[in-house]
């Protein structure tokens, strides 16, 4: 069996410079197969726990009731959203949303729907 000699430094430089770029393309391609970075997929969930926080209070939810309902929702992005709605259903004179929905998600008894509902004929509510 006959030995193959050492590579020469040259080759060694060379060999590196394409195991770098290939690995670089390989990286880069990481975005195409629909990986994301841990900082985007954080910034997403904060969002959307800031978004459940003004949506809670925008339904005329406490917020203790909020983080009941939403037990996996980071407690300090459901009070920010929940203090900026809140800030800014005050400057506007938003009126409160009732939800039509309990926490589990059925609509609520037929008689308490009935009771709900505003006749035609009553006046109409501040700015509207």
């Given at each position: 069996?006959?030995?193959?000699p050492?590579p020469?430094?040259?080759?060694?430089q060379?060999?590196?410079?394409?195991?770098?770029?290939a690995?670089?393309?390989?990286?880069?391609g990481c975005?195409?197969?629909?990986?994301?970075?841990?900082?985007k997929v954080?910034?997403?969930?904060?969002?959307?726990?800031?978004?459940i926080?003004?949506?809670?209070?925008?339904a005329?939810r406490?917020?203790?009731?909020c983080y009941a309902?939403n037990?996996r929702?980071?407690?300090?992005a459901?009070f920010?959203?929940w203090?900026e709605?809140?800030d800014?259903?005050?400057?506007?004179?938003?009126?409160?949303?009732?939800?039509?929905?309990?926490?589990?998600g059925?609509?609520p008894?037929?008689?308490?729907?009935?009771?709900?509902?505003?006749?035609?004929?009553?006046?109409a509510?501040?700015?509207?």
């Amino acid at each position: 069996m006959s030995r193959l000699p050492p590579p020469s430094p040259c080759t060694r430089q060379r060999l590196r410079g394409v195991v770098v770029a290939a690995s670089a393309l390989l990286l880069a391609g990481c975005d195409l197969l629909g990986i994301e970075p841990a900082s985007k997929v954080a910034e997403r969930k904060a969002a959307a726990d800031k978004a459940i926080g003004a949506a809670c209070r925008h339904a005329g939810r406490a917020i203790e009731d909020c983080y009941a309902l939403n037990k996996r929702a980071d407690k300090g992005a459901v009070f920010a959203g929940w203090r900026e709605m809140n800030d800014y259903m005050r400057e506007n004179d938003i009126e409160v949303v009732m939800p039509r929905l309990t926490a589990a998600g059925a609509a609520p008894p037929a008689e308490d729907a009935a009771d709900a509902a505003e006749p035609d004929d009553a006046p109409a509510r501040k700015g509207s």
